[in-house]
């Protein structure tokens, strides 16, 4: 039946964007080494506006603890300066006239743990998300039957709708084993 094949692509859909959104989340967690994407959501004052970081300068890793900001307008290093400054990511910024530096600390375990349980929440929310789908598909199948549907189609689409919650769900595990691998190694 074409509506029961429309909700299941829609709930793949769904449950592919929480994957990607929950690891789109975790790129934002620090995890020792200093990663451009880290700066990623700090937005700078250009002529007014509020602008992504990325749009006004290069960032660079000259190494592994070290983020270099280059303005494409050094009358912007300052303006980059006050955003780092009150961003909640706790890094002093250093300018030298041409670029900002951040140096990144080395964690400690402490914050390693604090850290990886951060991880553990956003991944409990992304398979909370599937889930939620995985409900909602279920519930509209239900629906579906009630108005008609043959019960042995209904059944099948709800086999593969825990088949696909099954499948995102392991990978959104897959990235909480990467991520805590990653912020454990010290």
């Known amino acids: 039946m074409e509506e029961i094949q429309l909700f299941l692509e829609e709930a793949e859909s769904l449950m592919k964007k929480a994957v990607d959104h929950t690891a789109a989340e975790l790129v ?17 004052s250009y002529y007014g506006a509020p602008t992504p970081l990325q749009q006004v300068s290069s960032i660079t890793t000259p ?11 050094k009358t912007l290093i300052g303006e980059i300066e006050k955003a780092i400054i009150n961003s909640d990511l706790g890094l002093n910024p250093q300018n030298n006239g041409e670029m900002v530096m951040l140096t990144i600390p080395p964690l400690t375990e402490e914050r390693r ?11 409990e929310n992304g398979k909370i998300s599937i889930r939620t789908i995985r409900k909602d598909t279920n519930d509209s199948l239900k629906k579906l039957q009630k108005e008609g549907a ?6 099948r689409a709800e086999e593969n709708v825990q088949k696909m919650t099954d499948k995102y769900s392991g990978q959104i595990d897959g ?3 990467k991520k805590e691998e990653e912020i454990m190694k010290v």
Do not use: S, Y
């Open 28 to 44: 934002k967690i620090r995890a020792g080494k200093a990663m451009p994407n880290f700066l990623d959501g700090i937005m700078v």
């Open 63 to 73: 190494d592994a603890r070290t983020l270099a900001i280059k303005p494409w307008e």
């Open 113 to 123: 743990r604090t850290l990886v349980k951060q991880v553990k929440n956003e991944c």
């Open 150 to 155: 043959p019960e042995d189609e209904v059944k």
């Open 175 to 177: 990235l909480f084993d």
